[in-house]
């Protein structure tokens, strides 16, 4: 059977092992493997490290492909590369924040961003503009502190996740909310969990996307 690929953009193989076991679970058994990037930085912060991890996405996609891959999910919340590979790759090919920005936005529901990351709250709303969900999205909410010295701590990260995300809920008007990152794929899980008003894991999402995806090329 081919396998999904999960491309991690950031060069933490710990981030990339988290990111890929939380796929498996979605995947209906369909193998799963990761990729880590080369080059770059543990993980992606501000525009510029975005950007710049777009070419790495760009080479693992197409020898993810080359070794016969199902389909890639791109694993930073940014997609970086997502546009460029797909355009490239034979095989279907998605993002987590594209992936979850549609699921969020089903049935015209207002959505927010709870995450980490201050540097990337204007691509996020590119991202929304792109889609053509800016009409739906409710903005980015951010934790307080150090993304770094958060993610380091998972019950920090996961309370933290959680209030803002509350945050969105009830000051924001959001009737479903993003959990925004890769690297915060288990705080997203255990957030879904948590709360009763709807919360998107982006890699949950992503699988669920390229699951569809797979199957309409399979019926064609």
Excluded: W
């Excluded at 380091?152 to 008007?173: H, I, N, V, Y």
């Amino acid at each position: 059977m081919k396998p999904i690929v999960l491309i991690n953009p950031n060069t933490s193989s710990a981030t990339t092992a988290m990111m890929t076991a939380i796929a498996r679970k979605y995947a209906s058994g369909i193998p799963v493997t990761g990729k880590t990037a080369s080059r770059g930085v543990p993980m992606i912060l501000d525009e510029a490290a975005l950007d710049a991890a777009a070419e790495g996405v760009v080479e693992m996609g197409r020898q993810a492909e080359a070794d016969g891959a199902a389909g890639i999910i791109v694993s930073a919340f940014g997609d970086p590369g997502l546009e460029a590979l797909a355009h490239i790759c034979p095989i279907p090919v998605v993002g987590i924040c594209e992936a979850s920005m549609l699921e969020a936005s089903r049935g015209n529901r207002r959505f927010g961003i709870a995450t980490v990351t201050p540097d990337l709250v204007a691509s996020f709303a590119a991202k929304a503009e792109a889609l053509g969900l800016r009409h739906l999205f409710t903005g980015t909410r951010l934790t307080e502190g150090d993304p770094i010295q958060l993610t380091a701590d998972p019950a920090m990260l996961r309370d933290a996740l959680q209030e803002t995300a509350r945050s969105c809920f009830e000051k924001d008007g959001a009737e479903a909310v993003i959990i925004g990152g890769g690297p915060l794929g288990e705080a997203a899980e255990h957030i879904q969990q948590s709360l009763s008003a709807p919360v998107i894991a982006p890699i949950r999402s992503a699988v669920t996307l390229l699951l569809s995806r797979l199957s309409a090329e399979q019926s064609r």
